[in-house]
C-alpha cells in the first residue's frame, strides 16, 4: 500500500457490513470496503471494484483436502458439504456471501450443519485453523494459516457472487477520499486485468 499524502494519516480497522455502512454513512470513516451491502443509506455511494471467486477452506487434514494425483487441490462440489460442519460469518451484518451459499445447498438438498457464526472473516478462518469445521471464503483469503488450511475451488463458485464493494459518501469525495478512491479502482482494474492474462 503507497504511503498516505504528506499530512494525512490512513488508519485500517475491520468490521461487517452492517458496521462499515453505517461509520461511513455517519462520517466516523471516510469510505469502507465491504462484500454486499445491507443497506444503502442516499447519500452514499457503492461501486463494485472487483468479483472473486468463492474457495473451500478446509483444515489441512480433512478427507477433502486431499490433492488429485497431479498435485493440484481437489474440486469440491456442493453435494460434498452435506452434514459438514460450517462455519459462517454472521448472516445479518453479512448476507450475500453466506446467503447465497445456503441458498445453493438448500437448491441441491444439501445440508451443511453450521457450527458456528462469527463476526469476523479472520475469525471464521482460525476456526477452521483450529479444525473445529469448514468454510467457503473470497479467494482473496487464500493465504491465511497456509499451514493448517487448505483452499480448493468450489463446483459451483461462479454462482457466488463475491463482490469487492468501495462505499463513500457522494458528496465528500474530495481531495484525499478521492485520491484514495481512485486508488482502489486502479487496483482493482490491475488485479483484474492481471486474473484475466492467467485465464
Known sequence: MPRPAPGHRL???ENN???ITEAVASGRLHCGLLRVPVSRPAELTFETLLHEAAVVALPIDHRLAKKRKDGRPRVVAVKDLHAEPIILVRRPGAPGLYANLL???D??????RVVAEVSRMLTNLNLVAAGAGISV???SMQGSHPHAIVYCPLEAGAKLDVPLTLAYRS???IGPTDTFTTL???L????YAGRRAQA
Open 11 to 13: 488508519e485500517l480497522s
Open 17 to 19: 457490513a452492517a458496521e
Open 103 to 105: 441458498a445453493l445447498c
Open 107 to 112: 437448491e441441491q438438498g444439501v445440508r451443511p
Open 137 to 139: 471464503v473470497p479467494s
Open 171 to 173: 458528496a465528500d469525495n
Open 184 to 186: 482502489l479502482r486502479q
Open 188 to 191: 482493482a482494474r490491475k488485479r
